[in-house]
Nanobody, 124 residues
């Protein structure tokens, strides 16, 4: 069993930046591809970004390209989501996800582990 714990959410103004962190309990963290999803009120959970096991492959959803950056530190068992130029439409609960393959993370339906989520609120 792998536990994922997100942190770093909060209330910010439009144009500000935030960095989310997701700490994993797995001793084999380097064997997992990781990702971030978000769910806004009244909407389905949607893919945000994914990174492969050693960080060689990265995907972003179109709405966040050029503003968000995902990174993975296998030595610290942590994945990050740097969010710049935040917009009100980025307001959501952000979830960390882990799977053996990046395709599984990107697709969302084959994620092995989910975090509990962290709230990001962007005021305009």
């Amino acid at each position: 069993q792998v536990q994922l714990v997100e942190s770093g959410g909060g209330l910010v103004q439009a144009g500000d930046s935030l960095r989310l962190s997701c700490a994993a309990s797995a001793r084999t963290f380097s064997s997992f591809a990781m990702g971030w999803f978000r769910q806004a009120p009244g909407k389905e959970r949607e893919f945000v970004a994914a990174i492969s096991r050693i960080g060689g492959t990265i995907y972003y959803a179109d709405p966040v390209k050029g503003r968000f950056s995902i990174s993975k530190d296998n030595a610290k068992n942590t994945v990050y989501l740097q969010m710049n130029s935040l917009k009100s439409e980025d307001t959501a609960v952000y979830y960390c996800a882990a799977a053996r393959f990046i395709a599984s993370v990107r697709g969302g339906s084959s994620v092995d582990y989910w975090g509990q989520g962290t709230q990001v609120t962007v005021s305009s």
